[in-house]
């Protein structure tokens, strides 16, 4: 029934947190000669929880030293993770009991095939704060030059779980490495064959690739914006030649 659905949607916003939003706000001004806007959320900390339940932390701006200054777009935010996975489970519970039993036993299943929990192996190693910019496009044949920089907890633990997702994925996504003056890089592969010909070639123009400097994952859509976002992170601190 209709009503059912409902009762069920809104139990799943619910677990996710939407419920504890009270209100929401965004400002908009130029400083500097650029267009800053903020998002402001209102959700009191005893209400937090699902997605809002790690949604306190500041944000770290010693970043913007790295953020080229004539960026086009910028973002930044706090995050926890880990609450996420624990969110939407919740959610699918919540919806729908008998069929996230259903499909919490087959992920169990592949996660003990392959040894792996993706809350403590995959969700887990991530840390607390996020960073996007992105370039002005230059070409519509390519995705403009950009980066996100990702806190991690542990490099090395969230290599092994990608490649035991490469395993759980029977060949469908591979992460191979490669090196160049002595910057080592990984690049995200999907197998054309095992997706519809309408997303192989729309992924044929990107590469999406990632490294690690300074405890964050350095992820791009072209190896070289990699490469590029980790020389900005060598760099001296010099606001001349940065956003700020």
């Known amino acids: 029934p209709e009503e059912l659905q409902v009762v069920r949607l809104e139990k799943a916003l619910t677990e ?3 419920r504890s939003v009270q209100a ?3 400002t908009s001004k130029y400083e500097k000669g650029r267009s800053v806007s903020r998002s402001f ?3 009191p900390s005893a209400e937090r929880k699902g997605v809002m339940a790690g949604a306190s932390k500041p944000v770290d701006f010693s970043f913007l030293k790295w953020v080229p200054a004539d960026v086009a777009s910028l973002q930044a935010s706090s995050l926890d993770v880990e609450s996420i996975y624990d969110a939407l489970i919740a959610a699918v519970k919540a919806y729908d009991p ?10 169990k299943q592949q996660e003990e095939r392959v040894g792996l929990s993706l809350k403590n192996d995959l969700f887990g190693v991530f840390g607390d704060q996020m960073v996007l910019w992105s370039m002005g496009v230059s070409n519509f044949m390519s995705a403009p030059e950009g980066a996100m920089l990702l806190k991690v907890k542990d490099q090395d633990a969230l290599l092994k779980t990608l490649n035991k997702v490469a395993q759980m994925s029977n060949g469908m996504v ?3 490495a490669s090196e160049r003056r002595g910057v ?9 064959e095992a997706i519809p010909p309408q ?4 992924l044929s123009m990107l590469q999406p690739s990632f490294a690690f400097k300074n405890g964050y994952m350095v992820m791009a859509l072209a190896g070289g914006d990699v490469r590029k976002a980790l020389n900005r992170m060598d760099r001296e601190d010099d606001p001349k030649d940065d956003i700020r």
């Open 16 to 18: 996710l947190g939407m």
């Open 24 to 26: 929401m706000g965004v």
């Open 41 to 43: 959320v209102l959700s």
């Open 98 to 107: 008998e069929q996230a039993e259903a499909i919490l036993g087959m992920l």
């Open 174 to 176: 591979e992460f191979p």
């Open 184 to 192: 080592k890089t990984w690049r995200m592969e999907v197998n054309d």
């Open 199 to 202: 997303i192989g070639v729309s």
